[in-house]
């Protein structure tokens, strides 16, 4: 049975400790009733509301801090979260990608029941043997958001950060109930972490401001403007999501740490310092409501929105081990997360809760808290449950069951699927072909041994109940794809999948892509992300410059806007060296390895224009293991991969998009 642990003791909850899904409901209406809220005792004078604060990471993976097992990583702010208040060992994002958990916690309602069930705006695969529904785009402003909820109440509401949960300013914070919005748009990762940072909803920093130092000083600005209201900060930083950029101070920090012991799981120094960096800016965050005595009377949250990046396997951006998988997965790397409560006064400091919880659970809990009654209507249909109960100790809530429900395909490895999770058992039902499979967490949390077979009859019961879930909440259903093509790479399952090769009279590699005569020389053409590629008389081994021009006139709602310079030693996708523009982000940009699955990335944010013929120029040095890209009148440098000892193909590669180069022209560096 889940219990709830302070030190070596346990206390068990009875049946009157536990609280249903729409519990919370009647109990905040009776504590406003009575001018007092969860967890103040009755007095003469009604308590005012306890602050919030409410802490989203993005892309954290479970074991990304030190409290729940990094030892590499160094979080010692999130770490003192975990000391001052309840860390969930079974917390959950309720989708495998962000912008449905997202809205999940907006609105505590399942993403399925939503119909926004993956990151906006999602991945195309035209030819997979299932099409996706037809699923919502947004966060519907008729939704009821925490932030409205809490009005009433009396609260001042700031969001600062990434929204990600429309494609315009009516579906942005400002009319979702916020007071302020400091970063919040329709964009999933910013432009730069650098300034200038190019987003729309927050002036620009000095040159070389660091964002999540930006949140930081944000976030600390509103305390201080709000010390005497009460008020619901929502920080949802843009870290720890691509693109990988971190202070240059920090990731040498880290590159020293893996010289002396370059064992790591963990071994990415960029997305360490990354790390760091976000828990720096939790740090000024307690401080400052330590500074302006705000501590004792504010409630903080603290939680991821879907798995950890893995990207690469050969080079990962990190690891969730022992949990199997990441990011866009089916499995608990995908959606197991840091899930920490702090109520001064209520939560016991340092206390533990194995009790399976998930994203759409804050939305009950912290009206709850608050006192707050939110719109009846919209209450009905709330999935979460308020888990007050766990916070003041009780062992267990009524709830038995949690579910996901995931119709799309991601580069992270998920096929369509749906899961659910009773007690210790975990069944995942993937659609393609309607396979299960059943794993027993308590015994086996990296989900090696799959249970269906040898326990046939708990497998058909949980499959029973996810369907009879789906029905209640209205999932939307893949549906059979007429224009299925298992030949075709797009066709095929899972995220290794090979890219389709075609041939070319004058490019010995072309995947994915179309290559024409035009007026600067070749128009490549790409629907998903293209490369052609020739093949040099002599390997290039010394120092090298490679220039070429490049245009692209395709408007910005039809695709990327983008082109780069193509360089390889063996042609495989896994080993690409690319260095080129994103002319509609814009910056300029080195990566590895195809998009989808890319690391050690540099990039540098540019003021170009759309139209213009842009200049490229590439400069290789091999022997000392770096390159430089000169474009858009920016200046990025890279170290080289291991894997490129030599230049035996150069080429052109581009990203749903169509764009023209002129021929390359190689000299001496």
Known sequence: MAGV???????????????????????????????????????????????????????????????????????????????????????YAACTVCSPTRAGIMTGKYPARLHLTDWIAGHVRPRAKLRVPDWTKLMRPEETTLAEALKPRGYATGFIGKWHLGPDEETWPLQQGFDLNIGGYHRGSPPSYF??????????????????????????????????????????????????????????????????????????????AMVESMDRCVGRVLDALDAFGLTERTVICFTGDNGGLIGNPRRPVTSNAPLRAGKGSAYEGGVREPFLVVWPGVTVPGSTCSEPVISVDFYPTILEIAGAGGDPAHNRAVDGVSLVPLLRGAGSLERDALFWHYPHYHPGGATPYGAVRAGDFKLIEFFEDDRIELYNLREDIGETRDL????????????????????????????PNPDYNPDDPDGQTGAAAPRKQTTHPEFAIVREATAARSELGWEV??????????????????????????????????????????????????????????????????????????????VQALDVDRDAVHSIRVVLDLPGGSVELHAGGGVVRHRLPSWLRAVRYIGYHVMQTRTGFSEPVLGPG
């Not at 019961?461 to 996810?466: G, K, M, P």
């Not at 002319?583 to 540099?602: C, D, H, M, W, Y």
């Open 452 to 479: 269906a077979a040898e326990m046939p009859e708990r497998a058909a019961a949980l499959r029973e109940r996810l369907h009879a879930w789906r029905a209640a909440v209205g999932a939307q259903m893949p549906s």
């Open 525 to 602: 053409s790409a629907t998903k992300e293209g490369t052609v590629l020739r093949p040099l008389a002599e390997p290039l081994t010394g120092r090298v410059v490679c220039e070429v021009r490049m245009q692209t006139r395709l408007r910005r709602e039809e695709g990327w806007q983008n082109g780069f310079l193509a360089f390889s030693d063996s042609g495989r996708d896994a080993e690409l060296l690319l260095a080129g523009l994103y002319i509609g982000r814009p910056a300029a940009a080195v990566f590895e390895g195809l998009s989808t699955a890319r690391t050690g990335e540099s």
């Open 195 to 272: 300034a200038p940072y190019r987003i729309p909803t927050m002036e620009e920093g000095p040159e070389g401001e660091y964002l999540t130092d930006r949140h930081a000083a944000d976030a600390v600005a509103f305390l201080a403007a709000h010390r005497d209201d009460p008020f619901l900060l929502y920080l949802s930083m843009y870290a720890v999501h691509t693109p990988l950029q971190a202070r240059k101070e920090l990731v040498a920090k880290y590159e020293a740490k893996i010289a002396a012991a370059p064992d790591q799981a963990q071994g990415s120094p960029v997305y360490a």
């Open 5 to 91: 642990w302070w030190g070596e003791w346990s206390l068990e909850a009875g049946m009157d400790s536990r609280m249903s899904r729409r519990g919370f409901l009647g109990r905040a209406g009776l504590m406003m009733a009575a001018g007092a809220l969860p967890g103040a005792r009755l007095s003469g004078a009604p308590s005012p509301p306890p602050n919030i604060v409410f802490i989203l990471i993005d892309d954290l993976g479970w074991r990304d801090v030190g409290c729940y097992g990094s030892r590499f990583y160094e979080t010692p702010n999130i770490d003192r979260l975990a000391r001052l208040g309840m860390r969930f060992t079974d917390g």
